[in-house]
Structures are given as structure tokens and as C-alpha cells.
């Protein structure tokens, strides 16, 4: 579940191994590029931790943050 703190939407997702990590990091990279919205991420081996804020709003969580946030729960359904 993603958690709201200090400005950003945080979410830390395990997966079964890297090959899936960063498959799915591919489909969220996809749907961020067509959204011009682009996560702080990053990925150990079978974890994918993400941060959402919006850089232009003054490093803040916006509604893009929620609704990109939200099409990354749909990409792991």
C-alpha cells in the first residue's frame, strides 16, 4: 500500500525474482512516459521502491502523484 509522508507517496513492492521487478518497471515506465509524470525509483534485485511528488508544485503531492499511484495498482493486478 502506498503511504503519504514527508511530500511523497511511498511504496516498496517484492516481487519473485528481478526478471518480474523489472518487467514491471518497464509497464510503470511506459504509462509514466505517456503521463510526462516520472517516479523516483529504484530496484534491488527483487524490490522496486517508488517515490511520487511532483517536482514542479514544490516537491508536494499533487493529483498527478494520485492518479499515476493509482495506475501503478492497476499494473500489478
Keep these: 500500500m502506498w503511504k503519504e509522508e514527508n511530500n511523497k507517496l511511498l511504496r516498496e513492492?517484492?516481487?519473485k525474482n528481478f526478471v518480474e521487478a523489472f518487467g514491471f518497471m518497464t509497464?510503470?515506465?511506459i504509462e509514466?512516459?505517456?503521463m510526462d509524470h516520472h517516479p523516483n525509483w529504484s530496484n534491488v534485485y527483487n524490490?522496486?521502491?517508488i517515490e511520487l511528488?511532483?517536482?514542479s508544485a514544490g516537491n508536494t503531492v499533487t493529483e498527478k502523484d494520485r492518479k499515476l499511484?493509482?495506475?501503478i495498482d492497476?499494473?500489478?493486478k
Excluded: D, P
Aim: aromatic share 4%.
Design 53 to 55: 511528488t511532483t517536482h
Design 32 to 34: 509514466a512516459e505517456k
Design 13 to 15: 513492492i517484492t516481487f
Design 27 to 29: 509497464k510503470v515506465a
Design 69 to 71: 499511484a493509482s495506475v
Design 47 to 49: 524490490k522496486v521502491t
Design 74 to 76: 492497476a499494473l500489478l
